[in-house]
């Protein structure tokens, strides 16, 4: 074939050339039988056999012998070369050489040449050699047979033989321009799918999350590198492998299964067993289609095990944080229980001695030497300081944590009382 290299193996692949040697092997069929028949009348009747058999003989063992050697070779691209155009050719001849020319049959022959060999090899320039070489090959058994014979041609048959070859030609030439049409379409339509497919793997493969189909069977047809990372098992080993073997059981994986097959798409979380065994909570995607008539699910697997980690994590620092609150609560409560049980103790007996100064100091209870009295104020000045600490210490109190009314007046009570005890003081 012009153009292909005849060691090129993607040519044994092509489906012209699968229709070639499935024609190939019918006539070799169809010469055993043919030779088997003039075998047997060669047997009954030997007087027919000549010199012009003897050609059709050689004819016959070269053509078997050809086409034995390219099937055993396997080098099916030489049954479109024109080796193998010139042996159909001369084995046209050869029968054609057998009667007169216009009486025999084997002279359409010719037009199914042209046929032939327009299918093996579909281009325009093929087309007019085959068909000006039928023609050249037509008149030259023609004028042979003449030669031989000496008696006047009968050219209206002739003319109607090299009209129905030409005509052959133009059909097929025709033909011929549709097909390679078709041909070239179906190339761009094949070479559009295919970068279609690669685009569609190179969308594919570089996205993150793990992408698994798989059939009604629930063998896996088609991967991602991203699954096979996820999973830890090489893409080779993962196709044909059933889908749920990666998946962990927990009672519920059949009816997740189930619901898919019955509505035909499925979102929920799973947990996946990689090939290490480590177990990995997903989200789980899962939608069907139709392919060549099947039904496929394409899984969509997108690994939450980090923010379950970290939902986990929250959790329990959630709750850990609660239990330090109410830990905390207990604890100020008991420190504004402390605080006002210790104002109200201390207070009591403050405030009375506080009194009793105020009494010595008026000298209601007898006179007091100048020594005396500044002893004596300077007990009632500790003791105020006293009561302005309490104050101070329950005043933060109550700016930290909410004191109970109880506590809030207890401090103003025990002031109004050292108050009224002491009276105003003297300086």
Same mark, same amino acid.
């Given at each position: 074939?012009?153009?292909?290299? @005849? ?12 229709? #070639? ?45 050809? #086409? ?87 050219? @209206? ?22 097909? /390679? ?6 190339? %761009? ?122 939902? %986990? ?11 330090? =609150? ?17 104002? *109200? ?16 100091? /008026? %000298? ?12 004596? *104020? ?33 401090? %103003?009570?025990? =002031? ?12």
């Amino acid at each position: 074939m012009p153009g292909i290299p @005849y060691n090129n193996p993607l040519i044994r692949l092509a489906p012209r050339i699968q229709m #070639v040697v499935r024609i190939e092997r019918f006539l070799l069929a169809l010469r055993y039988l043919l030779a088997g028949i003039l075998g047997a009348v060669l047997v009954q009747d030997p007087d027919r056999a000549n010199n012009m058999l003897l050609l059709l003989g050689i004819a016959f063992v070269v053509q078997q012998v050809f #086409v034995h050697g390219i099937l055993y070779l396997k080098r099916y691209d030489f049954f479109v070369h024109p080796i193998n155009f010139c042996i159909h050719l001369l084995s046209i001849v050869a029968l054609d050489l057998q009667p007169e020319l216009y009486s025999t049959p084997f002279a359409s022959l010719f037009p199914l040449l042209i046929i032939g060999s327009c299918i093996y090899t579909p281009t325009v320039h093929n087309t007019l050699v085959v068909t000006f070489v039928s023609v050249v090959a037509y008149c030259f058994l023609f004028f042979f047979q003449w030669s031989l014979s000496r008696e006047v041609p009968l050219y @209206y048959p002739a003319m109607l033989d090299i009209g129905a070859i030409g005509l052959t030609g133009w059909i097929m030439h025709t033909m011929g321009r549709l097909l /390679r049409d078709m041909e070239h379409d179906a190339q %761009e339509r094949a070479q559009s799918l295919a970068s279609s497919e690669a685009t569609l793997r190179t969308i594919l493969n570089t996205t993150a999350a793990a992408i698994i189909v798989y059939g009604e069977d629930e063998c896996i047809t088609e991967l991602n590198d991203s699954a096979c990372l996820f999973l830890g098992v090489q893409r080779d080993e993962l196709i044909g492998q059933r889908f749920r073997a990666f998946f962990f059981d927990d009672g519920t994986l059949p009816s997740k299964l189930a619901s898919l097959r019955a509505k035909g798409t499925y979102t929920g979380e799973a947990i996946v067993i990689s090939r290490e065994g480590e177990e990995h909570t997903v989200n789980l995607i899962a939608q069907s289609f139709l392919r060549h008539g099947s039904r496929f699910f394409v899984c969509i697997l997108q690994d939450i095990s980090a923010q379950k980690r970290l939902q %986990e994590n929250t959790r329990l620092s959630t709750a850990r944080l609660e239990q330090l =609150n109410r830990e905390l609560k207990q604890v100020n409560e008991l420190r504004t229980e402390f605080f006002i049980t210790v104002s *109200q103790r201390v207070r009591s007996p403050l405030s009375s001695i506080l009194g009793f100064l105020g009494l010595l100091l /008026r %000298e209601e209870l007898g006179d007091l030497t100048e020594e005396q009295r500044k002893g004596l *104020q300077s007990c009632r000045r500790s003791i105020q300081r006293i009561f302005e600490l309490i104050d101070d210490a329950l005043r933060i109190d109550r700016f930290e944590v909410r004191q109970t009314p109880r506590a809030e007046t207890a401090p %103003e009570t025990g =002031n109004e009382v050292a108050e009224e005890a002491a009276g105003p003081p003297r300086v």
